[in-house]
């Protein structure tokens, strides 16, 4: 299974940006999808993530309200769209994938290499 994320970049605070997570190589409807970030400081830190059904998906308090993860059967893709953004967002994002959706990292069996969130002040 081959994860490649995309969509990040540069923008303000309080800007948006909407991350895309393409899955390929297995049975994408099999997987739960989840999202962490990366900074020097934190390693592996927990972002949202969505089960296989797509019910109830899971948020950090830290993006609750702000972020909003959505995936797409059809296109094998999961979305983490990125709303009210602020400087503490800036990290690199990458995306998992495992047959559980949780907040730990060391579950999932799969993941990708990731795409860089700045977000100025």
């Known amino acids: 299974v081959q994860l490649q994320a995309s969509g990040g970049g540069l923008v303000q605070a309080g800007g948006s940006l909407r991350l895309s997570c393409v899955v390929s190589g297995g049975t994408f409807s099999n997987y739960a999808i989840g999202w962490f970030r990366q900074t020097p400081e934190k390693e592996h830190e927990f972002v949202a993530t969505i089960s296989w059904t797509a019910s109830a998906p899971i948020y950090a308090d830290s993006v609750k309200g702000r972020f909003t993860i959505s995936r797409d059967d059809a296109k094998n893709t999961v979305y983490l769209e990125m709303n009210s953004l602020k400087p503490e967002d800036t990290a690199l994002y990458y995306c998992?994938?495992?047959?559980?959706?949780?907040?730990?990292?060391?579950?999932?069996?799969?993941w990708g290499l990731g795409t860089q969130v700045t977000v100025s002040s």
């Open positions: 998992t994938a495992g047959r559980a959706a949780t907040r730990r990292f060391d579950i999932y069996n799969f």
